[in-house]
Nanobody
Framework: QVQLVESGGGLVQIGESLRLSCVAS????????AGWFRQAPGKQREWVAT???????SYADSVKGRFTISRDNPKITVHLQMDSLKPEDTAVYSC?????????WGQGTQVTVSS
């Protein structure tokens, strides 16, 4: 069974950077896209960024220009480079991988931006 494991979260100050990684433990067939989502305390989960099998990327307006999503081939490893972090970026960040068969979710990694 495929599992996604995120890493790279932590406590940083305003303006600093973090790089999140999401590694799939097994083989994902018919990969379609991978994305990062986040959920802050008391808020609903929100979409952050997506990268498709063809390499196209898209971002939420709140992170555009500051975050960069990338993927390593052929193994499904997805990264989220987060620069110029703000307190409002504080959340649990989760990785999602979508295939034609199912969706996979990681357990999440905490990112805290201190003011």
């Amino acid at each position: 069974q495929v599992q996604l494991v995120e890493s790279g979260g932590g406590l940083v100050q305003i303006g600093e950077s973090l790089r999140l990684s999401c590694v799939a433990s097994g083989t994902i067939f018919r990969f379609i896209r991978a994305g990062w989502f986040r959920q802050a305390p008391g808020k609903q989960r929100e979409w952050v960024a997506t990268i498709t099998s063809g390499g196209s990327t898209s971002y939420a307006d709140s992170v555009k220009g500051r975050f960069t999503i990338s993927r390593d081939n052929p193994k499904i490893t997805v990264h989220l480079q987060m620069d110029s972090l703000k307190p409002e970026d504080t959340a649990v960040y989760s990785c999602n991988v979508e295939s034609s068969v199912t969706n996979y979710w990681g357990q999440g990694t905490q990112v805290t931006v201190s003011s």
